[in-house]
């Protein structure tokens, strides 16, 4: 009896003492649900990590100038880990009266596919996932830009800098090799350093590339590791596809050129960075809060491209870049825009000797990894057209893996 | 030599038991204090007013009946580890492998899911789910016991590194069952056909989690408060020197308490994976190995105790997660009033433990 009775007490302890300024709060979420019409859009973000990850806070970046441009509400989770997190934060931004739920990380697909099967009215939008055009679920959407070619263009830039270290005599045209921290072994990663590779190699054609893989989206120590152990390698050049600002950092220590992603990192390294490719959110946000707002639907997959503005690069580090670099990535960006240029010419690239003639990609995910679309014709490998996300997966020839085990 | 001998500013002794009031008033005072400095650390970051923040974190528990249920779907995962590692602690045997215990159940739970899906009818598969959990958990916990029984290996270290490999583990499967390829994550588990997947009851999905843990709870204390092995425990916990006096095999009993020990991680680690979760990460059991000890300890190994103990900690870690969302913090935000809360209530078992006395005047003594 007496315990119970100090159970009680302590639990009044605790409520009492919460439950002090209660009201104020839930009015709030009352009036979100009742002015809520058919043109009032709310919007919910979910993010992996924090605005220490560069990936998220482009992310954040973009959420933030395209809400206030439109003029409307939105709701931010930050640091949601790709799990059932997911689907409860998905959730509860529906609750707070969220009609579009958006989810920036891979791993956070499952969930909100999930979700969205249960919240038939609310539209749901996963950047860089790979299901939408096979759930066949009308509320679901994937979204990715060609981001291959904004990498192609900042490849550019690291070849004219590796070709200015030869032509300085600072390097031998053999040791014209540079580095890439991935991720994983995954076709996004892949099809990211590939064109990066293939930008380079359009400049310095006898150049080489290591490649080696941390296991993570965001792990700052291991991403510095893999840096050094590029450097220690002999890489000349180091650009990576992973979120922090390990590369970076290790390049700058290390006073070794750094292509980046996701935006520009030249507070980490402005005696190193020379450019950064990254996907420009902004468009997309606009696209979808618009469609919302007029009743239309929303595309499946929508690829963002450089000519929607979401393909972008930063300003270029006119310090450490190469000189005519700015020239020769505008010469290429239009030629691309022309569609004169394409990154994934099947006459630039070899896989294990030989041209590719025809490719089937594993563009319908499934367990067995199984290729189902023929993806080469033209003379070239249609990259992010059948679905918005990368599927390039190829091995070509030039690039070494230092490790596969992600 | 000086014959004077220098009395400390404060001493500190241990107390005699004090009554149970006393100590949870300091308790009471130790959580009053906790939420003050939250308070005050939160106002100055957020310039909000502290009753507002005080809301905010009970609106993290109860600000909708969907929050409701993730209190409970939390407190039942996180009180079943708890209750697992409570017989091991009343033994004295210090169980620091929670989560590796809970890993390897969930990768036997997602083993059956994946490799058995559509090749057994659905309640089999999930008997065989729940099998496979306490068998794989129950290994991982019994061979540090048995290292212990036989050759007195140090229980701490041994069930910490025994988490490693569990994760390591983990990690290898999760690249062999990846989906897509490369993607290093296998995705929701049989997201079509939801085999595997622990039935809903009465149309909640955490419904059925809650109510077995809350038998488990039950049955717990019982069995250490009315069984003869529970009275072993207690007997092996206050001396093993006493315990083999009164003919009680120690090495049984501590390799007995330990299957069970560990087969009830594993057990939580089926209930994550095929309840809630449906996936496996090596980060799904989401470090509550470690706090499921902090919930025992404070309940002082009292199972009834720990539904509260479990319920603070997920009510105060929820409302600070809601903080950090409401004001747009960062969650190592969250994480900082978490362990503001923490260090109040983990102090205040010092004092109800142990008395300061400060120095009476020096004239006295001249």
């Not at chain 1, 009044?12 to 209660?22: D, K, N, P, Q, S």
């Not at chain 1, 990715?144 to 800098?161: C, D, N, T």
């Not at chain 1, 490719?359 to 993806?375: I, R």
Request: proline fraction near 2%; aromatic fraction near 10%.
């Amino acid at each position: 009896m007496k315990k119970v009775l100090a159970l009680l007490l302590a639990l009044v302890l605790v409520i009492g003492l919460v439950a002090c300024g209660e009201t104020a709060t839930t009015e709030t979420t009352e009036t979100t649900e009742t002015t809520e019409t058919a043109n009032n859009v709310k919007v919910g973000f979910i993010y992996l990590h924090d605005e220490q990850s560069t990936y998220d806070l482009n992310f954040m970046n973009a959420a933030k100038e395209a809400c206030e441009k439109l003029g409307v509400e939105y709701v931010q989770k930050v640091g949601i880990p790709e799990g059932q997190e997911c689907y409860e934060a998905a959730m509860e931004l529906v609750d707070e009266g969220c009609n579009i739920v958006f989810a920036d990380s891979f791993g956070h697909e499952d969930y909100m596919i999930q979700a969205a099967k249960e919240c038939p009215d609310v539209q749901f939008c996963h950047a860089t996932g790979t299901k939408a055009h096979t759930e066949e679920l009308s509320n679901y959407h994937n979204a990715f830009a060609s981001i291959y070619e904004g990498r192609y263009l900042a490849g550019i830039a690291a070849g004219m800098k590796v070709a200015e270290m030869i032509d300085n005599g600072e390097i031998t045209a053999e040791q014209a090799k540079i580095g890439y921290v991935g991720a994983y072994t995954y076709a996004e990663v892949i099809s990211g350093y590939t064109s990066f590779f293939l930008g380079l190699r359009s400049v310095v054609p006898e150049a080489t590339m290591e490649v080696t893989f941390t296991g993570s989206w965001y792990d700052m120590a291991l991403e510095t590791e893999g840096a050094q152990k590029l450097i220690d390698d002999g890489c000349v050049l180091i650009s990576q596809h992973a979120d922090s600002l390990g590369a970076p950092s290790t390049c700058e220590a290390a006073g070794v050129p750094n292509v980046s992603y996701n935006g520009s990192t030249i507070a980490a390294g402005p005696n190193t960075f020379i450019v950064s490719s990254r996907i420009n959110w902004a468009p997309y946000f606009e696209y979808i809060i618009g469609c919302v707002a007029n009743g239309e639907a929303i595309d499946t997959d929508w690829t963002g491209t450089l000519a929607t503005g979401s393909v972008e690069l930063s300003e270029i580090n006119e310090a450490v870049a190469a000189e005519g670099t700015a020239e020769a990535i505008e010469a290429a960006k239009a030629a691309l825009e022309a569609g004169t240029l394409h990154v994934f010419d099947t006459a630039t690239f070899t896989v294990g000797g030989e041209t590719l003639e025809s490719y089937t990609a594993d563009v319908d995910t499934d367990e067995a990894y199984t290729g189902d679309t023929e993806v080469i014709a033209d003379g070239y490998f249609h990259e992010s057209e059948f679905r918005s996300a990368p599927y390039f997966d190829l091995q070509i020839d030039g690039i070494t893996l230092l490790d596969t085990k992600f | 030599m000086h014959e004077k001998t220098h009395n400390p500013l404060i001493h500190i002794s241990k107390r005699s038991a004090m009554p149970w009031y006393t100590a949870w008033a300091i308790r009471g005072i130790a959580l009053v204090a906790a939420l003050v400095v939250c308070a005050i650390v939160s106002v100055i970051v957020t310039g909000e007013d502290p009753f507002q923040i005080y809301a905010t974190i009970f609106e993290g528990s109860f600000g909708s009946s969907r929050k409701v249920w993730m209190l409970l779907q939390n407190i039942a995962i996180l009180l079943c580890v708890a209750l697992a590692l409570t017989p091991a602690f009343k033994m004295r045997f210090w169980n620091l492998g929670g989560e590796g215990q809970m890993l390897v159940g969930g990768l036997a739970t997602a083993a059956c899911m994946i490799l058995l899906a559509g090749k057994i009818p659905n309640w089999l598969l999930i008997v065989l789910m729940v099998a496979a959990s306490i068998l794989a958990g129950a290994i991982w916990g019994m061979i540090p016991a048995i290292f212990k029984a036989k050759w007195n290996t140090n229980e701490t270290l041994f069930t910490l590194m025994m988490n490693y490999v569990a994760t390591q583990l983990v990690a290898y499967f999760i690249i062999l069952w990846e989906v897509p390829k490369g993607a290093g994550q296998i995705g929701i588990i049989n997201q079509k056909t939801e085999a595997g997947w622990l039935p809903m009851l009465f149309g909640q999905k955490y419904m059925l989690n809650v109510l077995i843990v809350a038998l488990i709870c039950v049955a717990m204390y019982v069995y250490l408060k009315y069984s003869k092995h529970g009275y072993e425990i207690s007997v092996v916990g206050e001396s093993e020197r006493t315990a083999r006096y009164v003919g009680i095999k120690v090495g049984k009993v501590i390799i007995r308490t330990m299957l069970l020990s560990g087969a009830l991680c594993g057990f939580a680690g089926m209930l994550l994976v095929g309840g809630t979760e449906h996936t496996l990460t090596t980060t799904i059991t989401a470090g509550r190995g470690f706090t499921a000890v902090m919930v025992s300890w404070l309940a002082k190994f009292n199972p009834i105790w720990m539904v509260l103990t479990s319920f603070l900690i997920v009510f105060l870690s929820r409302g600070a997660g809601q903080i950090a969302t409401n004001f747009g913090l960062s969650p190592s935000f969250a994480d900082i009033l978490t362990g503001v809360i923490l260090f109040f209530i983990i102090g205040s078992e010092f004092f109800i433990n142990y008395k300061l006395n400060f120095r009476k005047h020096e004239a006295k003594e001249g």
